[in-house]
């Protein structure tokens, strides 16, 4: 989240789009009430289901499954034609004044640069034009063609009302009136903020359907102000934070990059990593990118790192490849994994295509599953139609701690570091996750001492300071992501300290500061809210430096006075910032650089050059789609997705479409995380049984009974269960076609206090062009209703 | 048939006499009620675990932690303190104490023998020292020290860890340390999906 | 030993001396915050220890097709169409607590139906015989007769929380606020705003929910579309029945469970003069 659960609270309008808080972050979502109920804010959902937070909604618009960035494009193109973007904001804290080079073009559904044979696009024809100083050349009328305002508006120009609902399904009136309200922001006194989550990133388009809001809430000016911004609402407890710490494929902890062959030294990869200022007024704080580098390396291999082994650069591995989660099973696929470590993470449920993960999971050798609880991966050769005596795989089950059994800290989805207590021992047999991998450490480590074996330097210089070796406590490891000055030993209150020489060092520049010789910072508990505002600042910890909403700088007018002087996120008083910690110098003056310092633009990206995909989101249809792409038949998906081998052969063709007619979409609901609440007897209680969402139209077409038992079939699986008729989803005419929505949930499995359906066998193995993320929300299905099942 | 509040009035009166000479019990003034549960537990202040709204929470144990005595989570509710969710829970925080002392959470490690129908019980000794085994061998294995153009790349290739979304910050650190000093690239986690 | 005055008691006529003043406590159910997450019927259940209870789907959202011995608060789900536009309309189905107990005054047992001096209705599985009049006396169809321990459940307001100074656990869990808890007077004033707030986002007919057939209730509900009051399965004129007592069956139902002079005491009583009066244990101007 670029602001934080409390700050929703503040908005004027709540759009919830490809997200549905009430059922899966409830407590969360009181604060959009709250809005609602004291602002008198409208509250908008948009989603192929009406759903538990359109129960609550003053509006709700019914949209086909995939079809987001056609819509949110509609509304780029009503905020565009209408001038209800805020202009003051849009010249001075993002890049539409800046002129983009010749090259670059979009025609036919294809960007510039597109390379047939490797489906790739050359970036290079994207890139901002330079004056002679090297720096982009700008125009603040925004009147140049070439200007990203001007190419914004011819790109969207194809986004009419009348497409949109030609794409989406929904109707040009309801889409006028929905826009009508959500565009009403764009003024320096009103704010709105856009609540999102899987319904967004679970795409082959996911990262660009993310953009086309952000572009929405630039133009309107709601980015860094209280009560705007665009909010990621994530998922697990920890999923932030172990994101931040980068338990990811391609990334470093603190979001800095994993380092490629091309980078043969520590120099290469430092220059390659470290962008160069576009503008003259730009912070471009990544320019400190070798700071945090170094000082992890030093976090992690201590005196072994020295300026003469470039700091222990080649000890990390270097790789170029996609190594995401579609990756780690293709490898697996294809035979060329043994051992697979899944530590809290029931990796067979999550999907997607159930049965090809089946077939993946038989060919490791071997593989360990670390958790509370016993569940489906670890069992997966006694899944249905498996057969133990053909499987191969050795398979260890640990059996590990719970949150109760330690203390630690989780970061929220709004990046508050919230620090636990504990509150029981674990039971007789069950070891901690840290004694688990340190264990792991050791008996590796001293297996290489006694055998030798591969390059082990890496393993024999890895830092392990900790009192007890064998468990280090979660102090110990906090402090060690703080980081400190090596010289003084003294802890460092920020990153602002840290250096690349070699002299201090932070496992994680991001968190510094939540450690500092002041004490644990993720452990406050002061409830005070001076700003009443939300923000609390003496409760726990926020990255980055306490500060509670990003981008603060752009909630604040040129000269440093807010957009809104009764939801001030940062304001100048002549000689500092007050209010939030700015995203900013404290005592830098408004003028002196632009408002988004982790830019080497110094503003936000309308236009943005670093996406696979393009630089201005378009509509592409999902692999599986019930219609043509209205925009560009020849070019109807995203092109340059990965396909991974044997992957085309699993989708329903083109000329399928009748025998798969249905867009199908998957979900969570309150009653459920995910798997393991299929170990709690209430929750099981509460939401029993694995069912199907079938609209009450489709249901009388197709004999459907509300309670009766359906078959939903897709190319790759099939699953069955109890149908939900219900009138919350309509039929959308799509392209001049009635279509239907079926949802399922993805909750159940074999193993657990009742079983079902995996919902996962219906979905395709295809991922986001950027992220890899998988395709879990717009897929094509056929159903039917059938007997029950003995 | 309609009885007025009045008339019960009346007749409830004139029937007292009847009712105490029939020996009934004197009604009692005040009625008992249930003890409160967590009176005499110790409050933890910790995190739900399930989604990223980071809600506080209160966990109520008993039990002194002395001699046959081992303590336990009776009992967990919202903390109102916490400025995010000022004590409420949905119904999966709501229910917490049934993950936290669930009869199904396992106490020891299993193994699955290849081609086996069966789990079996093994040791945690055994198990480490057969983890840190396959892990060499596999590493061992599937290390690449430079690529075909010669390069300088020092990865595992045949090694996957995924997960976790559950775990603390301070796991989180350690295993992206420890993983990728082993030289493993194939890591990600429940973020991706 | 914790103790709270009582107000009212069942089949017992003389009055309580009402020495102890205390607060009369009141829900209310914000019908349009609530998201339906069943927050409190998890917490309701968790709280008071209640068996967990095999469900099925049976193409609804909701969990139990109804109430039971161990399920005291139920959300209830309908799908309704009202001027083209589908509602969802999601309830929380509880005992509402009300002012004149039909349940009280239909029950028999000395003392296995008490109100306390805060409104709380609470029943003492001690004293009931379980023979169900209380069921039938109901105008809200909340009490739940369990056939194992012959005894009759329904929700108690978490009267040991409220004793202590907390509020009830399915208020305390409710994560967007749309349980509300207060004194009476308190509650009603809130009601009040949220119509308030309600017609002010342009719901035609909202009410609050607080019948005066039942001498009003302690929980109350803010319904957005008070004229659609069947449709959330909320009687329009709930009356607390005096004389629930039909036919023989329900006669030779008890039978089995008079188990003492007391009892039989209570229910010449109640044959003959009537159920217990409202206003009997009400001690003098508080």
Sequence with gaps: ?790 | MDVSRRSFLKASAGSGLILSALGFDLRPAYAAVRQLKIRNAREYRTVCPYCAVGCGTIAYVHGSGGLNTTPTVIHVEGDPDNPINGGTLCPKGASQMQLAISPRLRKSPMFRDARSSEWREISWDDAMNWFARKFKEARDASFVERDEAGRTVNRCEGLAWVGSATVNNEDAYLITKTMRAMGLVYIDHQARI | MSTLSIKRISATASPAPGIRSTPEYAKLVDISSCIGCKGCEVACKEWNDLKVEPTANFGSYQSHKDLSAHTWLLMRFDEVEMSGRVQWLIKKDACLHCEDPGCLSACPAPGAIVQYENGIVDINHEHCIGCQFCVTGCPFDIPRFDKETKKVYKCNMCVDRVEAGLEPACVKTCPTHAISWGSKEDMLSLAEHKVDLLKDRGFENPVTYNPAGVGGTHMMYVVPHGNHLADYRLPANPTASPLPLTGLGVLKRIGAYLLGVGVLSSLVHYLTIGPQAAEDLHPHDH
């Design chain 1, 1 to 790: 989240m670029t602001n934080h659960w409390k700050d929703i609270k503040n908005a004027d309008v709540v759009l919830v789009m490809g997200a549905n808080p009430a059922e899966n972050h409830p407590c969360g979502f009181k604060w959009a009430l709250e809005a609602r109920n004291t602002r008198r804010a409208q509250l908008v959902t948009i989603d192929p289901r009406f759903t538990r937070t359109s129960a609550v909604a003053d509006e709700h618009l019914q949209i086909r499954p995939g079809s987001d960035i056609a819509l949110l494009g509609g509304l780029v193109r009503y905020i565009l034609t209408n001038n209800l973007h805020h202009a003051d904001y849009v010249r001075a804290h993002t890049n539409a004044s800046f002129i983009i080079g010749e090259r670059f073009s979009f025609e036919d559904g294809l960007f510039s640069g597109f390379d047939e044979a490797t489906s790739q696009y050359d970036a290079s024809t994207w890139e901002y034009d330079r004056a002679p100083d090297g720096y982009v050349r700008r125009d603040v009328t925004l009147e140049h063609p070439r200007s990203v305002f001007q190419l914004l508006k011819q790109h969207y120009d194809r986004y009419t009302p009348e497409r949109v609902a030609q794409i989406t399904g929904c109707s040009e009136e309801d889409f006028l009136r929905i826009a009508k309200i959500v565009c009403s922001t764009g003024t320096a006194d009103r704010v709105g903020t856009i609540m999102y989550a899987v319904g967004w990133t679970m795409h082959t388009v996911g990262t660009q359907i993310i953009r086309t809001a952000a572009i929405v809430q630039l133009l309107l000016g709601n980015i860094g102000r209280p009560g705007g911004g665009i909010n990621a609402l994530r998922g697990h407890a920890n999923v932030q934070g172990a994101t931040d710490h980068a338990i990811v494929a391609g990334i470093l902890p603190g979001y800095l990059r994993v380092p490629q062959p091309s980078q043969t030294s520590l120099a290469s990869h430092l220059e390659a990593s470290t962008p160069q200022p576009l503008v003259r007024d730009t912070a471009n704080y990544w320019g400190n990118y070798p700071k945090f580098f170094v000082s992890q390396l030093k976090a992690w291999f201590g005196d072994r790192a020295q300026p003469d082994n470039e700091f222990g650069y080649h000890y990390l591995g270097k790789m170029e490849e996609d190594a995401t989660w579609l990756s780690i099973w293709d490898q697996a696929h294809q035979g060329k994994l043994e051992g697979f470590i899944a530590l809290g993470f029931n990796s067979l449920l999550a999907g997607p295509n159930v049965s090809r993960l089946l077939e993946a999971m038989a060919k490791l050798k071997w593989k360990v599953v670390i958790d509370p609880f016993m569940m489906d991966s670890a069992e997966f050769w006694k899944a249905p139609g498996m057969k133990p005596s053909e499987i191969d795989t050795e398979v260890l089950y640990l059996p590990t701690t719970h949150w109760i059994e330690r203390d630690g800290s989780f970061t929220n989805s709004g990046r508050w570091a919230q620090w636990k207590e504990k509150a029981i021992d674990a039971p007789i047999g069950v070891r901690s996750d840290t004694w688990i991998l340190s264990e792991l450490f050791w008996r590796v480590k001293e297996l290489y001492i006694a055998e030798g074996g591969a390059y082990d330097e890496p393993i024999q210089s890895l830092t392990w300071n900790y009192l007890n070796p064998r468990e280090p406590t979660m102090t110990e490891l906090a402090q060690e992501i703080n980081g400190s000055d090596l010289t003084s030993g003294r802890r460092l209150s920020s990153f602002g300290e840290l250096k690349e020489d070699g002299s201090t060092a932070s496992g994680n520049w991001l968190y510094s500061g939540s450690y500092p010789e002041a004490g644990n910072q993720m452990a406050r508990r002061a409830t005070e809210d001076p700003t009443g505002l939300g923000m609390h600042h003496g409760w726990a910890w926020s990255w980055p430096l306490n500060r509670r909403v990003l981008y603060n700088r752009a909630s604040a007018d040129q000269d440093g006075a807010p957009w809104d002087g009764t939801r001030s996120g940062i304001a100048w008083n002549g000689r500092e910032w007050i209010g939030d910690v700015p995203d900013y110098g404290r005592t830098t003056p408004p003028g002196a650089m632009g408002a988004f310092i982790m830019t080497e633009e110094g503003v936000a990206r309308l236009f943005s050059p670093l996406l696979k995909d393009g630089p201005i989101p378009e509509h592409y249809e999902p692999v599986e789609s019930p219609t043509v792409n209205v925009l560009h038949e020849r070019v109807p998906i995203n092109p340059v997705l990965r396909w991974y081998d044997g992957i085309r052969e699993t989708l329903a063709q083109e000329n399928d479409r009748h025998a798969y007619p249905y867009p199908c979409t998957i979900y969570r609901v309150v009653e459920r995380e995910h798997f393991v609440t299929s170990n709690v007897p209430y929750l099981v209680e509460a939401m029993p049984d694995f069912f199907v969402e079938v609209p009450e139209g489709l249901a009388a077409e197709k004999g459907i009974e509300n309670g009766g038992q359906v078959r939903v079939w897709s190319r790759r699986g099939e699953v069955q269960g109890t149908a939900i008729v219900t009138k919350r989803i309509g039929p959308l005419t799509v392209n001049g076609r009635t279509v239907w929505t079926i949802g399922v949930p993805v909750h159940w499995g074999f193993v657990g206090i009742t079983q079902g359906s995996m919902a996962n066998e219906l979905t395709p193995f295809i991922g986001d062009a950027n992220t890899g993320c998988p395709e879990f929300k717009a897929f094509l299905v056929n159903v039917e209703a059938v007997e029950k099942r003995g």
